[in-house]
């Protein structure tokens, strides 16, 4: 297997060093002097002059300089690395048997006002060594996807010496138990593909991966080399509609669409802890989710076919999955695979095809795990078949009260409740295109439809679904949106706020288990103790009562939840209601003995009693704890706005 990392370059002197570290100190000492025995002096862009007789040292790799001090004899030194983000040491080698160590003057100054006694302390040898860096900035670790058994801990982006315990520990616990007592999804090898493995692509993103390294991180930022990987049919498309793009597994997806009457530019640019500027932006593509239609290209969502020659596939699938699978051929199942404990390690949706035939969709970044995890525990049966068919689909959400119009007239069939329930998959004819897998479910409690459509057939069907819902008010949308209308309905996602040590009875999904379906399931005997003793944590919905949007800090995850004052547990993602008009941040409460620190039984009593704050930044805002989405105020507007667009179809 190819390992994600990337030898930092030796020697790289830029024009930006000259411009953002004004002022160094070199501080040499003879090999073998005595302690103490050192010399200063500053250098400045004026001092060095390169072999090659370029004195404007715009760009220079690996040579030979030359240091001139008038109280100094000239001398040659090497330059084995610089880097030149963030302040951090930079190693030369004298040619003529000096160790140097060139140092930032305001880092110096700092180490040596925190720890005087550093000003004592003798180089006695510097060592210069390759440095592995990884396409996120975080370290790999974890379970090879392809050979079972083998582990790697590798690419610690020069934080080895920090993260070397915690990761040992976790690598440890995982070869000799199974699992990491702790969540390390974000370290998880499995996180990437074959597709981050290109070469190139690991030269251009670890290029910009070393300076942002010791850079500020704001919210949702992106980062902008490897992009254009994976593409769905409809991108080009999309790009000149004004659409703007985040990258998840090497995927390309809509943010957001940006008006013609908007400026691109400071879009791009604007960064920032507050309101950001597309708020406008997305708050009017939600509006159009709840009271016409939208179209959101889903096409990165992971897809796998499980097949089988008999009833290999079912008997699998019931052992995998929590939820009961043995439905009647076009329904829909919203379940999770468990592993023993009880915890998620996918949350997926399955449609049933045909009696042997089932249809899986799940995050996609779980495209890696969730085949290597069914590939560990389903047998070895050449009458069952697992394919990722990820690439042979593009996926579009059709969100709003009018997809219902828009799709009936496309396919010429009724696509009422009546005929065509919740949580039902029916393969129609869409325009020209035949062989579309409409399912009634967005993925977000809207009502609407997924179309999972054969490549060939997306842009065909695309541009018949825009054409048909102009009478309708159709217009693009993007994640954003998606997120929005998620989370005021408090619909929970793996990655975010699911992980391999959440339970189904944690947050709050106990329909979604089966525990008397007729057989086991992996992690019913752990969910059996847990229903019995309690669970820990519960999640937890918060509504923001004193938040100012236009003026405060915004809550992107991560905050500490108090209860009563006390510390409770941590935000697991948070956005922005354009219903509720307040903020919506998800999280799990813990109940912490107050004398012992030991965590204790987590009841829907407990929750409801308490008065919660949500600390952003410092700062502690008022909230309102819900175990259940506010559905009254949803429900009353829906059924005001289907009057109201009904009475102007009629019109």
Known sequence: MTIMSCVCLRCYLLKAFSRRVPSLIFVTTPRGAPRGQSTEFTWSKANWVADSGDEDLDFFVGWHVRLKKKFLESRIFFVNMVFYSGFIFFYIEEE????????????????????????????????????????????ILGESPLVQGYFVLAGMNSAGISFGGGAGRYLAEWMVHGYPSENIWELDLKRFGALQSSRTFLRHRVMEVMPLLYDLKVPRWDFQTGRQ?????????????????????????????????????????????????????????????????????????????????????????QYLFSNDLDVPVGHIVHTGMLNEGGGYENDCSIARLSKRSFFMISP???????????????????????????????????????AVDVLSELSYAPMTPDHFPSLFCKEMSVGYANGIRVMSM?????????????????????????????????????????????????????????????????????????????????????????KQNGVYKRLTMFILDDHDTDLDLWPWWGEPIYRNGQYAGKTTSS?????????????????????????????????????????????????????????????????????????????
């Open 575 to 651: 956005a922005y209601s354009y219903t509720l008009e307040r903020h919506v941040c998800l999280g799990f409460v813990h109940n912490f003995s107050e004398d012992t620190g030991e965590e204790q039984v987590v009841t829907a009593d407990f929750i409801n009693r308490g008065e919660y704050e949500i600390d952003i930044a410092g700062h502690r805002f008022q909230a309102k704890a819900k175990l259940y989405p506010v559905t009254s105020l949803f429900t009353h507007k829906r059924r005001k706005d289907d009057v109201e667009l009904s009475d102007l179809h009629g019109k």
């Open 364 to 402: 996609t970044d779980q495209q890696v795990h969730c085949w290597a995890w069914l590939k560990k525990h389903m047998p070895e049966d050449s009458n069952l078949l697992l394919e990722d068919v990820t690439w042979k689909y593009t996926a579009l959400n059709l969100i709003g009260p009018r």
């Open 96 to 139: 003529l048997g000096y160790d140097t160590v060139l140092v930032s003057e305001p880092l110096l100054s700092s180490l040596l006002r925190r720890m005087p006694e550093l000003d004592t302390l003798e180089i006695m040898k510097l060592v210069n060594c390759p440095e592995t860096f990884t396409p996120d900035m975080r370290c």
């Open 229 to 317: 990987l994976r593409t769905s049919p409809l991108y080009d498309r999309l790009d000149a509609q004004g659409a703007r793009w985040m990258e998840k597994h090497g995927f390309e997806r809509p943010k957001y669409f940006v008006p013609p009457d908007k400026d691109l530019l400071a879009l791009e640019q604007s960064k920032t802890f507050y309101k950001p500027d597309w708020f406008d932006i997305v708050e009017s593509e939600v509006k159009c989710c709840k009271e016409a239609v939208c179209v959101i290209d889903m096409s990165s969502f992971t897809k796998f076919e499980i097949t089988s020659t008999g009833d290999q596939a079912l008997e699998v699938l």
């Open 442 to 530: 967005t993925h977000t409690g809207e009502p609407g439809f997924m179309l999972y459509i054969p490549i060939e057939y997306a842009l065909h069907v695309y541009n018949e679904v825009m054409s048909v819902g102009q009478k309708y008010g159709i217009r693009n949308a993007g994640y954003y949106a998606l997120r929005s209308l998620r989370i005021e309905k408090f619909f929970a996602f793996w990655g975010q706020d699911l992980n391999t040590l959440t339970t189904p009875l944690e947050c709050g999904r106990e329909s979604r288990v089966k525990l008397e379906k007729g057989m086991d399931f992996m992690g019913r005997d752990a969910l059996l103790q847990q």
